[in-house]
């Protein structure tokens, strides 16, 4: 069955550090993934999308995803973080045959000073 | 352009009692949906519909009604409000081209149950 899984819950790390956040996905088909992100208190904005074509996809706000097939894996990476950055971070599977979205359950990132 | 719409914001209910979340949008979109999140969940899909008149289940439709006489508005009905319902519930829509990439959301629904 088709599935989103995100392994960490919440993720630690210090201001200006690298990041990654984990998205593994289960779908027979080609996969639609996407990564959101949601501020406390507000709605879900959309960071980038991978639908075809080149693997690394550039998104808003400096963030980047890799797809990468032989892994069922779409790993979400900044370079540097800002203390803007803390949120939580979804990343989700779309199934065209349906018009369904799948979501992961989430990764709350929190920026130590 | 209001986007989409959500009402109430806030709503708190007994046991068994019934309440509709409204949701409209004024984008002419096809496709609206409703979603639920739990901490630890993610969004879960409850019910969606990809045009007037057309309605389907998502994940976790138990509990839940929804209908859709026109373009703009998806109402999403609890029949007989339960505990396990409380959350926060989102509407969103889009075009049918853009359910992937596009999909604009609401602002919240923060539902409790007692």
């Known amino acids: 069955a088709q599935s989103v899984t995100q392994p960490d819950i919440h993720i630690t790390v210090s201001e200006g550090a690298s990041l990654e956040l984990r998205c593994n996905y289960s779908?027979?088909?080609?996969?639609?993934l996407f990564w959101y992100v949601q501020s406390p208190g507000q709605g879900l904005q959309l960071l980038l999308k991978?639908?075809?074509?080149d693997t690394l996809v550039q998104g808003i706000k400096g963030f980047e995803a890799e797809f990468k097939r032989s892994q069922s894996s779409f790993n979400l990476r900044k370079p540097s973080v800002h203390w803007s950055d803390a949120a939580e971070y979804f990343c989700a599977l779309f199934m065209d045959s349906n018009y369904q979205l799948i979501w992961g359950a989430g990764t709350k990132l929190i920026i130590k000073p | 352009n209001a986007g989409v719409t959500q009402t109430p914001k806030f709503q708190v209910l007994k046991t068994g009692q019934s309440m509709t979340l409204q949701c409209a949008q004024d984008?002419?979109?096809?496709?609206m949906s409703w979603y639920r999140q739990d901490p630890g969940m993610g969004l879960r899909l409850i019910h969606y519909?990809?045009?007037?008149?057309?309605?389907d289940q998502g994940e976790v439709p138990n509990g839940y009604n929804v209908s859709r006489s026109t373009t703009e508005d998806f109402p999403l009905r609890l029949l007989s409000a339960a505990p396990s319902q409380t959350s926060v519930y989102f509407c969103?829509?889009?075009?049918?081209?853009?359910?992937?990439?596009?999909?604009?959301f609401g602002s919240g629904t923060q539902l409790s149950v007692l």
């Open positions: 969103a829509s889009s075009s049918l081209q853009g359910v992937a990439e596009k999909l604009f």
């Open positions: 991978y639908f075809s074509g």
């Open positions: 519909s990809v045009g007037a008149g057309i309605t």
């Open positions: 984008m002419n979109h096809e496709y």
């Open positions: 779908y027979g088909a080609t996969p639609y």
